[in-house]
Every structure is written in structure tokens, then in C-alpha cells.
């Protein structure tokens, strides 16, 4: 019994020895391999940093290296404290230095970096729109939204049909056609209309053209959760069947379009096409 308490205690100081001697070797290697060289201390990314991440939590993400200074990134950090009130612009991938380029201030991160993946079969297409047409730019990728267009009158000389084409409507209909005649019975125009083109459309991605500046100096408090509007227009991607594609572009050559943000659940029901006589009690004429 004492012979094995002996062998395991030299088994044990023989590996502790070993790593001590590999530690050191592996040291010496490092130290070898930078003889002559330059050194400078730069932070590299251990972990993944997520797009986001704020400077002030990268502590357990990063490490600490000695690198030759020829293969120093241009900007590499090599305090820490310099990205405090900053955060990563995008994701910085393990092994990565850590550049000063690669972090902003918060308000400056796109909070559309995710794009949504249109359903097979389905068509994209982007449309610029102005902020306020965009729910003041809150839509995001993922979003589904109402198509709601607006035209300016038509004429109306161009409305005819061919030859041997009939149109059946509805009573519904008919009684949305009786309106628009009486808006336009004294006049060679259709009368200005406005109608939801389409329901429950999935955005795809959203880019802003401009990002918001802010015009708050460093004195000032700004409340916790504030958002700022962008200042230029969106371009907003949207996925639809072709038909629809169609009755789009459409919409956005001859008139404009607005979204509506629209998610699942949201009630479908009771829309009709406005024009002025039906803008006011329900088209009831006082």
C-alpha cells in the first residue's frame, strides 16, 4: 500500500514537472519566434462578437496577444478603455484583432441587419419610400405590412375596354362604382382614391439611405429608449406573387404608397376604396 501512495505521488510530480517544462518550452518557442522582431500588445477576439456587443462587456470575449508589429491591423486596440460608449458595428469572428473601425456609437447601428428569406415561389422587389410612409422607419425585416396606395385622378377617356369584354361585379362593387360616379359624373376624371392593395406582406430587408444624426450634444440627457427617425428615404423589400408584383409597380409608378404595419391577427375586414364621398360618415353625403 505505501508502494502505491509512493508511485502515485511520483506519477504526480512527474506530470506537474512535465507541464511546467511544456509551459516553458511552448514560452520559449514564442519568445524564439519573436526574437528580433518588433512586439506590440493588441486585443483579439476569443469568442464571436456579435454585432452590438458594447465595448464595455468584451471582457470574457477577448484576449490579450503579443504580435510582431508587422502584422499589426491598422487601428488595432490595444486598450480597451478606448471602446468605452462604443459598440461592435458588425460581428467580429475568433482570431480577429480588434479595430477601431469595427466599432460606433450605438445610434449609428443599422437595426436592420437581419434580412428575412422570401418564401419559394415569391418575387422581390425594393421601393424607396419616405420615412413617414415607413411608420416613421420602424418597419424591419421579418415585419408583414399592408400595401395601402393612393392615386391622383385618371383619365378617364383611357378607362374603355376592347371590344367583347364584359366585367361582372358584385353588389358590393356595384355600390363602390355608383360612389366614384357620383365623385366624377361632372367631370372627364376618375376621382382621387386611395385602397389597400394587399394584407400581411413579409418585408424582406429594409436599408436606410441616410442614418439619423443626432443633434444632441454630449451635455445633453437623452431619455433611455429614444429612437431617432431617419432622415433620408428607405428602401424597403417585400416579397410577393407575381400578380401582385404587377399591381405594385403599378401603384408606385401612377400614384404612392404607404405601409401599414399588419401582423398576424390584425382584421382584414370592412376596407373599401375611399375617395372623397366615402372619406366622410361612411360616404354618407351631408
Not at 361632372?186 to 444624426?213: A, C, G
Not at 432622415?231 to 410577393?240: D, P, S
Request: glycine fraction near 8%.
Amino acid at each position: 500500500m505505501k508502494k502505491r501512495i509512493i508511485g502515485f505521488l511520483a506519477a504526480l510530480v512527474l506530470a506537474l514537472v512535465g507541464s511546467t517544462l511544456l509551459v516553458a518550452f511552448v514560452s520559449g518557442a514564442e519568445d524564439r519566434a519573436l526574437a528580433g522582431e518588433t512586439v506590440v500588445e493588441v486585443w483579439v477576439a476569443e469568442s464571436e462578437i456579435e454585432q452590438g456587443t458594447s465595448g464595455e462587456n468584451l471582457e470574457d470575449l477577448v484576449v490579450l496577444e503579443r504580435i510582431p508589429t508587422k502584422v499589426q491591423v491598422e487601428g488595432a486596440i490595444a486598450d480597451l478603455a478606448s471602446l468605452d460608449g462604443l459598440v461592435a458595428a458588425i460581428d467580429v469572428l475568433p482570431g480577429e484583432q480588434l479595430t477601431i473601425d469595427r466599432f460606433i456609437e450605438p445610434r449609428s447601428v443599422s437595426k436592420y441587419a437581419r434580412v428575412e428569406q422570401a418564401p419559394e415561389g415569391f418575387l422581390e422587389m425594393s421601393m424607396s419610400l419616405s420615412p413617414e410612409r415607413v411608420v416613421g422607419g420602424s418597419v424591419k425585416p421579418g415585419d408583414t405590412v399592408a400595401l395601402v396606395a393612393s392615386f391622383d385622378p385618371f383619365d378617364q377617356s383611357q378607362g374603355t375596354l376592347p371590344d367583347g369584354l364584359e366585367i361582372v361585379v358584385t353588389n358590393e362593387q356595384l355600390d363602390t362604382l355608383l360612389d366614384r360616379y357620383l365623385d366624377s359624373s361632372n367631370s372627364d376624371k376618375t376621382p382621387s382614391e386611395s385602397h389597400i392593395l394587399q394584407h400581411k406582406v413579409l418585408v424582406t430587408n429594409v436599408q436606410e439611405e441616410e442614418l439619423p444624426q443626432s443633434t444632441f450634444s454630449d451635455d445633453d440627457t437623452v431619455e433611455t429608449g429614444a429612437a431617432l427617425a431617419p432622415t433620408g428615404n428607405l428602401l424597403v423589400t417585400v416579397a410577393l406573387d407575381a400578380p401582385s408584383i404587377e399591381r405594385l409597380v403599378f401603384a408606385m409608378e401612377f400614384g404612392r404608397i404607404w405601409l401599414a404595419i399588419d401582423p398576424e391577427g390584425a382584421p382584414e375586414d370592412g376596407t373599401q376604396i375611399i375617395t372623397w364621398s366615402t372619406a366622410y360618415e361612411g360616404g354618407n353625403l351631408r
